[in-house]
């Protein structure tokens, strides 16, 4: 569980610190445009490391009731997500959107307990209120807000439903290849963002801020969407979320470390919400007797207590591998999580 939080925090300060390096490296790129190069950064930057690792292509390994959930998680989080937010960004203030993005980790995890009935406790129910609240706190604007119609404030809920459905979707394959499942999302996500950049009338960029640009999407689109999926495997789409929602805070954090920003009142306000929401989920604990289904699946495992199986090929016996394996119907009791392993009713 500790491995999980750390990747899900890590994605969080990886992903919230695209901003401030932006800002650092002098990106003065149109938003659309801006997005749209980072994720196409994160896929092929994803795309190669994968490609070094195998040493030449090799098929994804996901099985065929997986694809489904990749493809629906790629055009809500991909390609219907941006739409909306763009539309939404055209009809509403900036810091309206900011402060309505949070709404994404709320409907990440409203989906994972209603639909695809993932356990919460309270404890983690108020941390994942609370590590909200440190998010609206800092995205709070100074000024009054004001979206000129409803469609724009709809619009970007529309869009944080989208990423959240992303979310749910991408915990069905996140048991699968994490370099695929971030590269392919990275690459379809790139491209669709880039298009509608296009589309709009932005202009190519020179090469001089094209690579940077590339760069800072493989670090903090790419890596930090390959820490996010492997958080998933551990953590379910709830938890993951709630972690991830620490990115504003974080980037807030680096910026200020970084770049010398003031820091604010509200900074140590969100500051205290989101560790107390953090603290909140760090000290579950979740126990009782649960039976586990027959189960094959293919990801990199140790043999304990829920591994234990002959090998087709010799092994040593140390160390963590990978390889199609089943799982038999067991029933006990331990502490555990949602993770690919405990994903029953309650």
């Keep these: 569980m500790k491995l999980s939080v750390f990747y899900a925090l890590a994605a969080a300060a990886l992903f919230g610190a695209s901003t401030p390096f932006a800002k650092l490296l002098g990106l003065d ?11 196409l950064g994160s896929g092929l930057g994803l795309t190669v490391v994968r490609l070094v690792r195998d040493h030449g292509w090799k098929p994804a390994g996901l099985a065929s009731s997986e694809w489904p959930w990749l493809l629906g998680a790629v055009a809500f989080g991909g390609v219907l997500g941006p739409v909306a ?4 960004l055209t009809r509403t203030s900036g810091a309206t959107a900011s402060l309505m993005l949070n709404l994404e980790a709320v409907l990440t995890a409203v989906l994972a307990w209603i639909v695809f009935k993932e356990n919460a406790d309270r404890r983690i129910v108020w941390g ?5 609240a440190g998010g609206a706190v800092l995205a709070w604007p ?19 439903l989208c990423w959240a459905i992303d ?7 996140s048991a699968s290849d994490a370099l695929f499942v971030a590269g392919f999302k990275g690459v379809v996500a790139g491209l669709v963002n880039c298009s509608l950049a296009l589309l709009l009338g932005s202009r190519l960029v020179d090469y001089s801020v094209l690579a940077p640009t590339l760069m800072l999407g493989f670090i903090g689109y790419g890596v930090s969407l390959v820490l996010f999926v492997l958080a998933l495997r551990g953590l379910g789409s709830a938890r993951t979320g709630a972690y991830f929602s620490t990115a504003p805070f974080l980037g807030a954090a680096i910026a200020i470390v970084a770049l010398g920003e003031p820091v604010s009142l509200s900074f140590w306000a969100a500051a205290v919400l989101m560790g107390v929401g953090v603290w909140l989920h760090l000290t579950e604990s979740h126990v009782h ?33 990978s390889h199609v394996h089943e799982h038999a119907q067991v029933r006990h009791s331990h502490p555990h999580f949602p993770d690919i392993h405990h994903r029953h009713t309650h």
């Design 29 to 39: 790129i149109p938003p659309v445009l801006l997005a749209g190069l980072l994720y």
């Design 128 to 132: 994942m209120v609370s590590i909200i």
């Design 142 to 160: 100074s000024a009054a807000m004001q979206a000129h119609d409803w469609l724009g404030p709809l619009a970007v809920c529309l869009a944080c």
């Design 289 to 321: 007797e649960h039976q586990h289904a027959p189960l094959t699946h293919e990801h990199r495992h140790v043999h304990d207590e829920h591994h234990q199986h002959e090998h087709a090929f010799e092994w040593s016996g140390a160390g963590a591998h």
């Design 167 to 173: 979310n749910n979707l991408t915990r069905k394959v």
């Design 85 to 88: 937010l763009m539309f939404g």
